[in-house]
T-cell receptor, first 115, second 115 residues
Framework: AQTVTQSQPEMSVQEAETVTLSCTYD???????LFWYKQPPSRQMILVIR??????QNATENRFSVNFQKAAKSFSLKISDSQLGDTAMYFC????????????FGTGTRLQVTL | GAVVSQHPSWVICKSGTSVKIECRSL??????MFWYRQFPKQSLMLMAT?????????EQGVEKDKFLINHASLTLSTLTVTSAHPEDSSFYIC???????????FGSGTRLTVV
């Protein structure tokens, strides 16, 4: 079974600064997907970024980028130029390849962006 | 694209009654849908996986007779909380796999309060 660990329950960052959220996972699979989801106060789950395990290049989406270390089973999220709208709960998730694979979520990191 | 519409967004019901929550995929066919439960400030807990035209697969510890899941079409999955009790009060979220993108899209959630 896969497990996903987020060791930072809460983090705070000032507006315009950079913050990194940590995520580690455990799996025996070789091919899989990793995700970061954002859940703002509205509680709508929003995909932030996705990484395919077979790709060595780290995924980027505008201000969001990941540091994917497959051997270390680490998948951290870096948010650059933090904005107030980034305040949310962030969940790291693991998904096996396959047509009906469920996601395994970490416990989440609550990020507060301050002025 | 790839929108899942979840209704109702919130519902209050009396103890002992049943409540139905619907999730519809609006612009794609959702062969597989997932139902999650989320307690305040916690992660998403997978309750069950529903596949169109077949019985749902429940996670260990989830009462099948209390949480009835029906996935009768490629665009609709429902979760019925039967004989609801206050401890069933929670936030319920559905999710569907979007095959074309290999991604997951989420409904906006339903806040259930049982009084």
């Amino acid at each position: 079974a896969q497990t996903v660990t987020q060791s930072q329950p809460e983090m705070s960052v000032q507006e315009a600064e950079t913050v990194t959220l940590s995520c580690t996972y455990d799996t025996s699979e070789n091919n899989y997907y990793l995700f970061w989801y954002k859940q703002p106060p509205s509680r709508q789950m929003i995909l932030v970024i996705r990484q395919e395990a077979y790709k060595q290049q780290n995924a980027t989406e505008n201000r969001f980028s990941v540091n994917f270390q497959k051997a270390a089973k680490s998948f951290s999220l870096k948010i650059s130029d933090s904005q107030l709208g980034d305040t949310a709960m962030y969940f790291c998730a693991f998904g096996r390849t396959g047509t009906a694979s469920k996601l395994t979520f970490g416990t989440g990191t609550r990020l507060q962006v301050t002025l | 694209g790839a929108v899942v519409s979840q209704h109702p967004s919130w519902v209050i019901c009396k103890s002992g009654t049943s409540v139905k929550i619907e999730c519809r995929s609006l612009d794609f066919q959702a062969t597989t849908m997932f139902w999650y439960r989320q307690f305040p400030k916690q992660s998403l807990m997978l309750m069950a996986t529903s596949n169109e035209g077949s019985k749902a697969t429940y996670e260990q510890g989830v009462e099948k007779d209390k949480f009835l899941i029906n996935h009768a079409s490629l665009t609709l999955s429902t979760l019925t909380v039967t004989s609801a009790h206050p401890e069933d009060s929670s936030f319920y979220i559905c999710s569907a796999i979007v095959q074309a993108l290999y991604g997951y899209t989420f409904g906006s959630g339903t806040r259930l309060t049982v009084v």
